[in-house]
């Protein structure tokens, strides 16, 4: 294939100034390459490196083309974050709840030690799962209601990054959370009888850490993308 | 032709490329320039970036394909919003066409009323 390292080396540049989103990237790169590829191919000479030059001229520099795409790519990697969130909380709720619904199921007795635990960790759990929620929602809102402005702005940088940070105070609402019902339901398997009913409140323990643990981390690299794609904007 | 004049057009204009049938970036740019006489030769850095947006607002759907060469491309189509789109766009301008067509005439007429 004539001059295929130019155009790599082009497509290449212009994948990594959009590496916060390696799936604009990747599809970037590939529509970048083809294009060069074809004005090539529809020259007199596949060798033209003026008409290859051209062509790339026509691009203009990988990083101000690049930069075209980041408000679009900003705004949906900001939603993509809060649906991850609210689906976060609304799935630690259903093992909240099915943990409760299971207790009363099976009639779980429940010591005073575990009363105990209950009085304090309860007020602290749902106040916990309470913000979180009303912060996922805010979140979610906020990221619905705003449109890809035609130009990339500061302003609208800013945004997106407060409605990341939003998601993150979430994760960390839910953390908390999850770590209040690891005593509240760890006193309570402890003091039990360690049978098939443990299984439930054991299961929805489990998918609540991984849900917590899952959610903070997907928040953790979308600041880390959110970041790099701000610095594409300066 | 001036930039600065088919700025809030371009959208339409890609999507009128489309109108014959599904392109690559590539194709579209050429058909652009084929239909307009070589009047809007646009630069392949707006292109993309309208692509991409009108993909996002549904006016467009795009898959991969393969080239002869086994090369990935991405192909771009017209959905039903985006020819409503077009419809409700060429109206505007034609009704636009037709008042600034209306306007000139009036102001070459103009100066032959005052000298008469």
């Known amino acids: 294939m004539p001059l295929r390292e130019p155009i790599a080396d082009f497509g290449s540049a212009v994948a990594r100034e959009l590496s916060f989103d390696p799936r604009l990237a990747r599809r970037l790169r590939a529509e970048v390459e083809d294009h060069l590829q074809e ?8 060798h033209d490196e003026t008409r290859l030059a051209e062509a790339m001229c026509a691009f203009g520099d990988p990083r101000t ?10 705004l949906s990697l900001a939603r993509r974050t809060a649906a991850v969130t609210a689906l976060a909380v609304v799935g630690m709720f259903g093992a909240m709840e099915a943990r409760a619904v299971w207790y009363g199921w099976v009639n779980w007795p429940a010591s005073d030690r575990v009363l105990a635990a209950n009085a304090i960790g309860h007020p602290v759990d749902r106040f916990a799962f309470a913000l979180a929620a009303a912060l996922a929602l805010s979140a979610l809102a906020y990221v619905m209601t705003h449109r890809v402005p035609a130009r990339f702005q500061a302003t609208f940088g800013w945004k997106i990054g407060f409605c990341i940070k939003l998601n993150a105070a979430v994760a960390l609402a839910l953390m908390s959370a999850m770590a209040t019902e690891l005593v509240v339901t ?3 398997l402890f003091e039990a009888e360690l049978d098939a009913r443990a299984l439930v409140p054991f299961v929805s323990l489990t998918l609540e850490l991984a849900v917590a643990g899952g959610s903070m981390s997907y928040i953790l690299i979308m600041m880390n993308r959110c970041s790099r794609a701000l610095r594409l904007a300066a | 032709m001036e930039g600065e004049m088919l700025k809030g057009h371009l959208d339409m204009i890609v999507l009128a490329a489309l109108v014959g049938g599904p392109a690559h970036g590539y194709g579209i740019i050429q058909e652009i320039k084929r239909r307009s006489g070589g009047a809007l030769d646009l630069p392949e850095g707006t292109i993309y970036p309208a692509l991409h947006r009108l993909e996002k607002a549904g006016n467009l759907a795009s898959h991969w394909t393969k080239t002869e060469s086994g090369r990935k491309r991405r192909v771009y189509k017209m959905t039903r919003r985006g020819e409503r789109a ?3 766009h060429r109206a505007l301008w034609q009704r636009f066409a037709d008042a600034i067509g209306g306007l000139f005439g009036e102001k070459a007429r103009a100066p032959a009323r005052t000298h008469s």
């Open chain 1, 39 to 46: 004005a090539l191919a529809d020259s007199a000479d596949p």
């Open chain 1, 65 to 74: 083309f690049a930069r075209q795409f980041l408000a679009a790519a900003l």
């Open chain 1, 186 to 188: 760890g006193v309570r």
């Open chain 2, 86 to 88: 077009l419809s409700d």
